[in-house]
Nanobody, 126 residues
Framework: QVELVESGGGLVQAGASLTLSCAASTGALNHHMVAWFRQGPGADREFVAGMWDRDNGKRYEDSVKGRFTIFRDNAKDKAYLHMESLRLEDTNVYYC???????????????????WGKGIQVTVSS
């Protein structure tokens, strides 16, 4: 069992940068695929970015390509989402997710992930 905790959210102005962190409060994040999702009020939870257990493959949702970077530090057992050029529409609750089974394709469906954090709010203001 892995319990995930997100941190680093907050209120920023449009165009600013922010880095979210994901750590395991119990269990270990290493050896899991990791992804970030986001969800707005009344909306489905959508895939933002994901990566394999090592820094050897990443996948991004189209609207964040070139602006967001997912990476991990296995020595610290943490994963991150660095966000640049933030837009108003990036305002959401962001969730960290982990998947135990390493698959060839990084899945975008939230049902494919085994463990989730409780989410953290990111608000982008004009």
């Amino acid at each position: 069992q892995v319990e995930l905790v997100e941190s680093g959210g907050g209120l920023v102005q449009a165009g600013a940068s922010l880095t979210l962190s994901c750590a395991a409060s119990t269990g270990a994040l290493n050896h899991h695929m990791v992804a970030w999702f986001r969800q707005g009020p009344g909306a489905d939870r959508e895939f933002v970015a994901g990566m394999w257990d090592r820094d050897n493959g990443k996948r991004y949702e189209d609207s964040v390509k070139g602006r967001f970077t997912i990476f991990r530090d296995n020595a610290k057992d943490k994963a991150y989402l660095h966000m640049e050029s933030l837009r108003l529409e990036d305002t959401n609750v962001y969730y960290c997710a982990a998947k135990s089974t390493i698959t060839t394709v990084i899945p975008t469906a939230n049902g494919q992930y085994d463990f989730w954090g409780k989410g953290i709010q990111v608000t982008v203001s004009s």
